[in-house]
């Protein structure tokens, strides 16, 4: 069964960074697209960044661009997100997902998420 | 970009009901739609994918169907475990992907 564990998440003042990290087993990782998608406690979902198979294509959600980064790292499985300048708006629970490509992409796998907290 | 939208935002159903979920997007995006359960606490579920391609493992009463802007989920038969907020997911374009504001499903 794929699993997707997330980490990193935590209480961070406005300004400040933090990185996330989705471990993925359980599947070829280095084949497949992979996204983070976020919800605000009580909210609906946004989808934040994206990231090809290789690498060689990223995308962001304009809310987070030029403030986070999305990486991977093939051999170890491992997925991340780089978070600076953060804001309280950013305050929510961080997925990660295998992205399945037909059209853009869907999400047939989530992890459980991680939550992140803005706030002085 | 593309909007979502969802109707209703909530829906009040009983064990056995049909219910019927609509999904609009502000622009075509073909049959590229997919369709999500979360419930309180847990990670959202594939459900459809392709507007109407039945994810595997998921039971033969969720059923999708639209093209264009248009698209509804269908539960045949409500079961207590459908219970449960309910999201749609365009995936047309090729740099932006959005998610409907979800439909809550209640007793």
């Known amino acids: 069964e794929v699993q997707l564990v997330e980490s990193g998440g935590g209480l961070v003042q406005p300004g400040g960074s933090l990185r996330l990290s989705c471990a993925a087993s359980?599947?070829?990782?280095?084949?497949?697209?992979m996204s983070w998608v976020r919800q605000v406690p009580g909210k609906g979902l946004e989808w934040v960044s994206i990231?090809?198979?290789?690498?060689?294509?990223?995308y962001y959600a304009d809310s987070v661009k030029g403030r986070f980064t999305i990486s991977r790292d093939n051999p170890k499985n491992t997925l991340y997100l780089q978070m600076n300048s953060l804001r309280a708006e950013d305050t929510a629970v961080y997925y990660c997902?295998?992205?399945?490509?037909?059209?853009?992409?869907?999400?047939?796998?989530w992890g459980q998420g991680t939550l992140v907290t803005v706030s002085s | 970009d593309i909007q979502m939208t969802q109707s209703p935002s909530t829906l009040s159903a009983s064990v056995g009901d049909r219910v019927t979920i609509t999904c609009r997007a502000s622009?075509?995006?073909?049959?590229?739609l997919a369709w999500y359960q979360q419930k309180p606490g847990k990670a959202p579920k594939l459900l459809i994918y392709?507007?109407?391609s039945l994810e595997s493992g998921v039971p033969s009463r969720f059923s999708g169907s639209g093209s264009g802007t248009e698209f509804t989920l269908t539960i045949s038969s409500l079961q207590p475990d459908d219970f449960a907020t309910y999201y749609c997911q365009q995936y047309n374009t090729d740099s932006t992907w959005t998610f409907g504001p979800g439909t809550q499903v209640e007793i």
């Open positions: 392709k507007a109407s």
């Open positions: 359980e599947f070829t990782f280095s084949t497949y697209a």
């Open positions: 997902a295998k992205g399945v490509r037909s059209g853009g992409w869907y999400f047939d796998y």
């Open positions: 990231i090809t198979a290789a690498a060689s294509n990223t």
């Open positions: 622009q075509s995006i073909s049959s590229w």
